[in-house]
């Protein structure tokens, strides 16, 4: 399973960014897909999960209301378009699979892409 992660860049506070992670070796239909983001000096941290054959989407408390999970299965791509940005969501971006835990209390699932830096200058 291979996931490839891009989109990351520089913006300023209240812009908007869109990441995509293309999907590839593995079928994931019945499991779920997330984004992680880990800040410089934090740990990893949960920021949004989507069931890959749809109908299920978790958001973390930071990031509800401001950032949408979507994804196109034709393309085996997830998006996640990340709106009114501010400093604090500056972090690399990384695509997981499978989502482990719950929609409740996600954890990371095995599979990793390589990271996109986001960064939000105020």
């Known amino acids: 399973v291979q996931l490839q992660a891009s989109g990351g860049g520089l913006v300023q506070a209240g812009g908007s960014l869109r990441l995509s992670c293309v999907v590839s070796g593995g079928t994931f239909s019945d499991y779920a897909l997330a984004w992680f983001r880990q800040a410089p000096g934090k740990g990893r941290e949960f920021v949004s999960a989507l069931r890959w054959g749809g109908g299920r989407y978790a958001y973390a408390d930071s990031v509800k209301g401001r950032f949408a999970i979507s994804r196109d299965n034709a393309k085996n791509t997830m998006y996640l378009q990340m709106d009114s940005l501010n400093p604090e969501d500056t972090a690399v971006y990384y695509c997981?699979?499978?989502?482990?835990?719950?929609?409740?209390?996600?954890?990371?699932?095995?599979?990793w892409g390589q990271g996109t830096l986001v960064t939000v200058s105020s």
């Open positions: 997981n699979a499978p989502l482990g835990g719950s929609y409740m209390y996600p954890s990371p699932g095995p599979y």
